[in-house]
Structure formats: structure tokens, C-alpha cells
């Protein structure tokens, strides 16, 4: 499963603040057709997007375009432009129903990135999630608060979208999808986006949609584990491939019994580490 710690959006109309965003290297780049456009520059931002995707050099940063949400009007041409360019996947947002899921998905085999921002996509989000093709679920909270005709207060987030970030966690370990958080909109604080990130960590979140460069550092760091923890999980699952082999299931490791969830919390150490891969199914 691809690392996606952190997804940088980037307006898609603005060629210099897509450069800007590839040379921060984040795990990901979204350039934007949605939110970040005006309604009368979507087609130089398709313009624009096409180009920068043929034309620069992303290394290992993944290539997103967010589309504008299926039903606007503005879909078909988003397609249209962003397909030839080779993007490495698409994120739709605004989903509310398996259909609309299954309507992009007819055209490309591009990972898709799915934004939940309202009360309908969260009810609806076990036929969601179970569609072919879909990679993570995001969460977006400002719609989302919006569509319920709640507040954000941001002192109070971790318990006023406790549930629908639980559920979106949830939908995405069932279903074998990575769980990708709203952004944090206040620039000037670091240590409350390193608080939020924390909290979205211990949900079971992959990662932080970002909104700035100076997000990347900050995020990416949270999502990082120690190396003492690396080391940890390293001999813990060199110790279960050991004891495996021998045809033993629970054992003592540094004066503890480990059982399975104890290793499955060593792999996904590791896979947030980038140095092994998810291994949970197999367990």
C-alpha cells in the first residue's frame, strides 16, 4: 500500500504553486479543479494541470487531480483532460453513493481517493467503501459540519467529529483502505496541527490532507515512528517469523506475551515507517 502521510493540495490553475508543492515533497500532490478554482478558470486549470503533469519532474511524489464532484457538470471534462495526462490516481470529491464511485471507475483504473464531506457519504459509506477501485477515504470536516448544520469549534474537534472520523477509520480498516484526514486550516499553529495529527494517528488515520508547505515537515514527523520503535517492531516481527517457523502461536518477548494484535501493531509500525508493508490480512 502507497505511503500517503501527507497530500499536499495545490490549485490547479496556478503552475507555480504546483512547482512549489513538488520541490516540498510531500508523499502527494493534489492539484486542484474543485474548491481551489474558480468557476470561470476550470479549463485553464485543466490546461494548466496537463502540462505541469507532463512536464515536470515529481520523483517519488504521487500525482493526484481532484475532479470537480460527479453531478456538477464539470466531471466529463475534468476526465477528459486529466486521463491523457497520466496522473497516478484521482480524488473525487463530495461522494455520497456507490454509483458515483462506479461511474469514474468505468473510465480509468486510477486508485481513487474518495472525500466524505457530508452526512449522506457518511451514512452511505459501507456500499462506498466496497467499490472497485477506491484507495483511501478522506474526510473533509468543513462540509461535512456544514451538512449536519453544526459548528466547528476548533478547540473541541477531537469530540465534536469524534464519530464521523471513527467511522470513516473504521469503514477503512474493513474494507482494506487508508483513512486520510481533513485538513488543519490555522497555519500559524504547529503544535495544535502536531496535536491533531496525533489524534488522528491513534484513530488509525494513514495520513493528513495538508493545505501549505509548512504542513509537510510537521505531519510527516507525527506519522513518523522513533527509531527505538522501529528497532522494536523490527526484532518483534523477526521473533513471530521465528517462532512461526517452529510452529509456536503466543510467546515471551522482553518479559511479555505477544499474541497477534501485538504484531499487527508491529507491521503497521512498519508501514508507517515505509519499511515493510501492511501485512494484517496474512496474520
Not at 476526465?79 to 497520466?86: H, K, T
Not at 486508485?111 to 477501485?133: Q, R, S, V
Not at 451538512?147 to 473504521?170: K, P, Q, V, Y
Request: glycine share 6%.
Amino acid at each position: 500500500m502507497r505511503l500517503r502521510r501527507v497530500l499536499l493540495f495545490m490549485p490547479g490553475d496556478d503552475r507555480r504553486k504546483i512547482e512549489k508543492g513538488v520541490a516540498a515533497r510531500p508523499d502527494s500532490i493534489i492539484m486542484d479543479l474543485e474548491d481551489g478554482v474558480a468557476l470561470n478558470r476550470k479549463a485553464e486549470a485543466r490546461a494548466v494541470i496537463a502540462q505541469a503533469v507532463a512536464e515536470l519532474d515529481f520523483g517519488p511524489v504521487e500525482k493526484v487531480i481532484r475532479l470537480n464532484p460527479v453531478g456538477s457538470g464539470l466531471e466529463t471534462d475534468d476526465l477528459a483532460a486529466a486521463l491523457p495526462s497520466g496522473p497516478d490516481a484521482l480524488m473525487i470529491p463530495k461522494v455520497e453513493s456507490a454509483e458515483q464511485v462506479e461511474w469514474v471507475h468505468r473510465q480509468t483504473d486510477r486508485p481513487l481517493l474518495l472525500m466524505i464531506e457530508t452526512a449522506k457519504g457518511l451514512i452511505n459509506l459501507k456500499d462506498i467503501a466496497a467499490t472497485a477501485g477506491v484507495a483511501a477515504l478522506c474526510f473533509g470536516a468543513d462540509d461535512y459540519t456544514a451538512s449536519i448544520g453544526g459548528l466547528r469549534m476548533h478547540e473541541r474537534d477531537a469530540l465534536n467529529l469524534l464519530f464521523a472520523r471513527s467511522t470513516i477509520a473504521a469503514h477503512a480498516a474493513a474494507f482494506d483502505l487508508q483513512a486520510i484526514d481533513t485538513p488543519f486550516v490555522n497555519l500559524a499553529d504547529e503544535e495544535a496541527l502536531r496535536a491533531e495529527t496525533r489524534i488522528i494517528l491513534e484513530l488509525g488515520y494513514a495520513g493528513k490532507l495538508a493545505i501549505h508547505p509548512r504542513q509537510i515537515a510537521p505531519i510527516i514527523e507525527t506519522f513518523r515512528p522513533s527509531p527505538e520503535e522501529i528497532d522494536r517492531a523490527q526484532r518483534l516481527v523477526a521473533a513471530h517469523d521465528e517462532h512461526q517457523a517452529k510452529g509456536t502461536g503466543a510467546f515471551a518477548f522482553e518479559g511479555r506475551m505477544v499474541d497477534m494484535p501485538v504484531i499487527r501493531a508491529a507491521y503497521n509500525i512498519l508501514a508507517r515507517a515505509g519499511s515493510r508493508p501492511r501485512e494484517q490480512k496474512t496474520l
